[in-house]
């Protein structure tokens, strides 16, 4: 049974305080999700709970830094991985030296798929582009990714 949508609206991060968190209200969770910082959470985020130690095992070791404790949630910072759009992701040596890398998708030639088991697009980490912590959006929109 598909979950019914409640109510989807923009307001301010509870995280970096700026006006661009998509919060999506739904029957059985509500999930915020930042345009501007990029982290995210939902309503089973809760500090302390099972939810939130498996998930935080389960992350690369940055992204278990960047985590912020903030109104009862756990919140951390997006990973987006579109195979044919690209990658925007954490990047970097600690809390204080960190920003969104964002790497286009290029498409594999064909006789080069099998090298990629299959894949038809690769992430051209040549040419990533590096964008403040707060320019989350600026780097989504590298990858094309409100473009439908």
């Known amino acids: 049974m ?3 949508l409640i109510t989807s609206d923009i307001i301010n991060c509870p995280c970096c305080e700026k ?4 919060e999506t209200k739904t029957e059985y969770v509500s999930l915020w999700a930042c345009q501007t910082c990029g982290y995210k ?10 939810t939130v130690t498996d998930y935080h095992l389960s992350l690369p070791n940055l992204i278990q830094d960047l985590y912020k404790e903030v109104n009862g949630l756990v919140w951390y910072p997006s ?7 690209g990658m925007v ?12 890398v964002s790497a286009k998708a290029v498409e594999i030639p064909e006789e ?4 990629f088991k299959g894949a038809m697009y690769k992430m051209d980490m040549a040419n990533a582009k590096k964008f403040d912590r707060l320019n989350f959006m600026d780097a989504l929109d590298h990858i094309n990714f409100y473009k439908v």
Not at 89 to 100: I, L, M, Y
Not at 112 to 115: A, L, M
Request: hydrophobic content about 30%; aromatic content about 8%.
């Open 2 to 4: 598909e979950e019914k």
């Open 19 to 22: 006006g661009a968190c998509i």
């Open 41 to 50: 959470t939902h309503s089973r985020m809760k500090i302390g709970s099972n």
């Open 79 to 85: 990973i987006v991985n579109i195979e044919e759009k």
């Open 89 to 100: 992701f954490p990047d970097g040596t600690s809390v204080d030296d960190w920003v969104w």
């Open 112 to 115: 080069e798929r099998s090298t």
